[in-house]
């Protein structure tokens, strides 16, 4: 573990912040070997100044920072640094990623990542959407990431945990200092499906600043982020800023035209956030993206065989039409016989019998899609 001392070391020089550290690691590829160049070499990197060259020669690990890592060690927390596998590849593409995140739990290595903030004063509609929305997300393998604030970050970490599936959360404070305290069970159970994160020393306080920059890790962590109520000045609308900035999709879930606390979505939407009525509407925009990256996987593993999916022989016409109606991607048979403009009622049947075909496959939450066949 002496190994992390360097990181920790280079992260408390004065001078050095998130964006020169990357630029440092991109230069030398590790912080020790940014503690062994040469002066002239480290004025080379942009930003380095002779000052901060004087800081990092005359660098010594502070006791706080020692007792930090030596918590760490006791308490059993991981620490992922930049160059460690297990680091969040979304991440990484963010101009200012923090050099390492203490880890509660455990990272999943999928980009699936869909953040859902929103307000900490919900009401009971933004609640109950939040949750159907997360729960059918996560059943579909997405992890769903938000900050473990009340209101709707609570209900999206805890509409994926009905959804078995994955969630994770950031906080805005050290893993050793829960905020919300009351969230500290919700805390643990995160821990147990996914992870908790954070970029701070483990008993960092919430101070207000801290949640604005760690805002950055939600949307930088995530393919696409969701907002869920929010008045004109709420702190989501930041996470969203981000997003964009980052290159990353943003949603907005519409309210009350009447309510304060959709003016913030409703003002999203009118400047080209996508409107989410239903899971469809987020899948319809990362799809792409995750097929993208599903296909680079492909080409990695050339001895594996492209998935082939046959269609059955002697198909009725009405079974033929929600056969050719589906696809690779799940898509919730509402939405589907929408498309196909079918009854709900006979849909159903005939999704089961082609079910027991071994032709359709059924994920929880009612989610169809073809059945691969390698």
Not at 124 to 138: P, V
Not at 353 to 364: D, F, N, R, T, Y
Request: glycine residues 8%; positive net charge.
């Amino acid at each position: 573990m002496k190994t992390l001392f360097p990181w920790f070391a280079l992260k408390g020089v004065s001078g050095i912040g998130n964006h020169l550290f990357k630029r440092l690691l991109d230069r030398f590829r590790s912080p020790s070997l940014v503690f062994e160049a040469s002066q002239e070499d480290l004025l080379q990197v942009n930003g380095i100044t002779p000052r901060i060259v004087a800081a990092i020669k005359a660098h010594k690990i502070p006791e706080p920072v020692k007792k930090d890592f030596d918590l760490v060690m006791k308490k059993g927390y991981q620490i992922v640094t930049m160059s460690d596998p297990a680091y969040p590849s979304l991440l990484l593409q963010i101009p200012d990623p923090p050099p390492f995140l203490y880890v509660y739990g455990n990272l999943c290595k999928s980009i699936k990542n869909i953040a859902v903030v929103g307000s900490r004063n919900a009401t009971s509609y933004g609640i109950s959407i939040t949750k159907r929305l997360c729960e059918e997300l996560a059943a579909i393998d997405f992890t769903i990431v938000s900050g473990m604030a009340i209101g709707i970050d609570t209900a999206a970490h805890t509409g994926a945990l009905i959804g078995k599936g994955k969630t994770m959360a950031v906080l805005g404070s050290g893993l050793e200092r829960v905020y919300p305290h009351k969230n500290l069970k919700l805390f643990h159970k995160i821990a147990e499906k996914g992870a908790v994160i954070s970029e701070f020393p483990l008993l960092e306080a919430p101070e207000p600043h801290n949640f604005p920059i760690r805002n950055r890790i939600i949307s930088g962590i995530s393919l696409g982020t969701v907002i869920v109520e929010a008045t004109q000045k709420s702190g989501s609308l930041i996470t969203a800023r981000l997003a964009a900035e980052q290159g990353r999709e943003v949603f907005a879930v519409p309210g009350n035209i009447n309510s304060f606390k959709s003016i913030g979505t409703h003002s999203l939407i009118k400047q080209g956030a996508k409107l989410v009525e239903n899971t469809q509407d987020i899948l319809e925009e990362l799809s792409p993206l995750i097929t993208d990256d599903s296909l680079n996987n492909k080409i990695k593993r050339k001895d594996k065989p492209e998935d082939k999916t046959d269609k059955p022989l002697s198909l009725s016409s009405e079974e033929s039409l929600v056969f050719t109606g589906l696809g690779h991607y799940p898509v919730h048979i509402d939405d589907l016989a929408r498309k196909i403009s079918m009854e709900p009622g006979k849909l159903s049947g005939i999704l089961l019998k082609l079910e027991v075909q071994g032709a359709v496959h059924q994920a929880p939450g009612k989610f169809f899609s073809l059945e691969t066949n390698d």
